[in-house]
Antibody, heavy 121, light 110 residues
Framework: EVQLLESGGGLVQPGGSLRVSCEAS????????MNWVRQAPGKGLEWVSV????????YYADSVRGRFTISRDNPKNTLYLQMNSLIAEDTAVYYC??????????????WGQGTLVTVSS | QSALTQPASVSGSPGQSITISCTGT?????????VSWYQQYPGKAPKFMIY???NRPSGVSNRFSGSKSGNTASLTISGLQAEDEADYYC??????????FGGGTKLTVL
């Protein structure tokens, strides 16, 4: 059974940094691209970033490029999102999501339960 | 990055069919057959319902179907059931290696 478990969310001041993690199990982690998708309170979904299975390719939404960094540790089956220069608009539940097909991106077939990041003074 | 356009809400009675539209541009929905749909209950993570415009992952009911015409994709739910009441989101590849979601549609089963 595929399981994704996010952690690391919390309250951070504007301009601060935070790293969220996602521990995966139930599939061959290194074979699949992984994504971060966020959802602001009461709002819709927003794709944030994707990383290839081997970690060599990354893409970002314009809203976070240059401030966020996605990475993965395949031996530890863990995905990360390092968030710097946080602003209030980054307040959201952050979900990690597995890509559906080997070697491709953009279809999110399994999701974690999410971790809440709140940016506020 | 502007979101794809979905109606804020749709409604239907049990047994009826409803369609949710998802309008983009030639840079996303109209330019690629990489459209997917997600169902989300309040306080829960989204569920993967449709991919490649019209394909259903295993385990998804065949009451759910997808299509596309030009810059607009659509999700149709037939034989509406009370359990279908949820929020629905479309998603598409957008040029420059990014992905975009729609604003979401709240489905109410009357």
């Amino acid at each position: 059974e595929v399981q994704l478990l996010e952690s690391g969310g919390g309250l951070v001041q504007p301009g601060g940094s935070l790293r969220v993690s996602c521990e995966a199990s139930g599939f061959t982690f290194s074979s699949y691209a992984m994504n971060w998708v966020r959802q602001a309170p009461g709002k819709g979904l927003e794709w944030v970033s994707v990383i290839s299975g081997n970690g060599g390719t990354t893409y970002y939404a314009d809203s976070v490029r240059g401030r966020f960094t996605i990475s993965r540790d395949n031996p530890k089956n863990t995905l990360y999102l390092q968030m710097n220069s946080l602003i209030a608009e980054d307040t959201a539940v952050y979900y990690c999501a597995k890509d559906h097909r080997l070697g491709s991106y953009g279809y999110f077939d399994y999701w974690g339960q999410g971790t809440l990041v709140t940016v506020s003074s | 990055q502007s979101a794809l356009t979905q109606p804020a809400s749709v409604s239907g009675s049990p047994g009826q069919s409803i369609t949710i539209s998802c309008t983009g541009t030639s840079s996303d929905v109209g330019g690629y057959n990489y459209v997917s749909w997600y169902q989300q209950y309040p306080g829960k993570a989204p569920k993967f319902m449709i991919y490649d415009v019209s394909n259903r992952p295993s385990g998804v009911s065949n009451r759910f179907s997808g299509s596309k015409s030009g810059n607009t994709a659509s999700l149709t739910i037939s034989g509406l059931q009370a359990e279908d009441e949820a929020d629905y989101y479309c998603s598409s590849y957008r040029s420059s290696s990014t992905w975009v979601f729609g604003g979401g549609t709240k489905l109410t089963v009357l």
